[in-house]
């Protein structure tokens, strides 16, 4: 679109009922904040400028604002004293003259850029407000939309000012609007707080606007896509409400996966082609995984990069930082982190790697660990190509194993080795015969005097 738009976010609400010292908007839903779902979004509905009203001395929601959208304002709503009231709070920015203002809720995260787009749309045909609704099982306790016998919307009413008449209108107000913005300030100063709460009602721009002459539009969404968050309960239902589009979306672009609703992804998940994973994976933020990769049952990933033809798991953990090569194997029980592990590598089981760099095709004995920290830094461990490690090995970090060598088993490595060398580091093993028999006679005589 060629007109100019302005997104104003409010991100006030104190969130009592979800029983949280964290703000609620901070919450987050598939790995990022309810706030950050919002932001994203219309950013890419195409809006231009960003406003974002915070209640007072919430820094943490600002900051999360400016992490997200670094261009975006700030503004405080001092008193909380409805929505219309809210968006107010950012006056500055809305006599700045856009096309477009689009009013938008933190904790409604799922609205998708297209239905933003939708109602900015509304507005380029010619209306002077535009509102979003859908149609809930229950539309107890939502604003009734109320229509006009050509179905111009007239009005939004709440449901504690509804009469029993509009009470019985299923089709309800999602609370998001876009208004003109040549006189959306001026609307919004009209409206008035003669209700049952005794707050400046959002919804209420609507008459003022009809009252100037100005058509009202409607544009309706799915249920699910406008749910708000409130609490607890309903913040698990957006998080099932995205995963459920997370995971048509990760098998229409061709992985598969063969139990799709114990798989959960992040945000920013990427999964390339003929990705196989299994049941029970979870996904965090900031996984890449390229084409034909398999991922094992009840693997756990964040921060991961997996090239081609990788396998993983099952029950592995794969932390921020881990990086895996063309064909490398990670099997069951081994955790990795910051490390690079190269193409061909195998590191199969019951292993800890952290801080390390494994070569091309190097292969990781069971039980080996990278001991990497000192109680008070990390060191880092390099393993060459080709190099074998044998079961049960301590690498002590920091240290270095040559291209090809060869660590014996049980070997606590606390100097560098060179390439091609064998390095064993073990107590030498004795045998006192007829010792065990000894002490548990001894041991039980002992035990029987008591």
Known sequence: MTRKCLAIVLAAGEGKRMRSSRPKVLHQVAGRSMLAHVLDAVGQAGADALAVVVGPGRDDVASEVLHVAPHAKIFVQAE??????????????LAQGFDDVLVLFADTPLVRPDTFAA??????EGA?????????????????????????????????DA?????????????????????????????????????????DAVEVA?????????ALAPAGEVLGVND??????AEAEIQTRLRRAAMANGATLIAPETVFFSHDTVLGADVLVEPHVFFGPGVTVGDNVVIHAFSHLEGATLAQNVAVGPYARLRPGANLAKGAKVGNFVEIKKSEIGEGAKVNHLTYIGDASIGARANIGAGVITCNYDGFLKYRTDIGADAFIGSNCSLVAPVKIGDGALVGSGSVVTRDVQADALAVARGKQMEKPGWAAAFRNKMRALKAAK
């Not at 009252?211 to 409607?218: I, Q």
């Not at 607890?232 to 239902?237: M, P, V």
């Open 119 to 124: 109602l900015r749309a509304k507005l380029s």
């Open 80 to 93: 909380r004293l409805g929505t219309a009231h809210a968006v107010l709070a950012a006056r500055d920015a």
């Open 163 to 203: 009469s029993a008449e509009e009470l019985q209108v299923r089709r309800c107000n999602a609370g998001l609007m876009a208004l003109d913005g040549r006189r959306a300030l001026d609307w919004l100063s009209r409206i008035g707080n003669d209700n049952a709460q005794k707050e400046f009602y959002l919804p």
């Open 232 to 237: 607890r309960i309903q913040l698990a239902q």
């Open 210 to 218: 009809r009252a100037d002459g100005a058509s009202c539009a409607l």
């Open 128 to 160: 002077g407000v535009a509102v979003l609704g859908f149609e809930p099982e229950n539309p107890f306790g939502y604003g009734r939309l109320l229509t006009d016998g050509a179905g111009a919307l007239v009005a939004i009413r709440e449901q504690k």
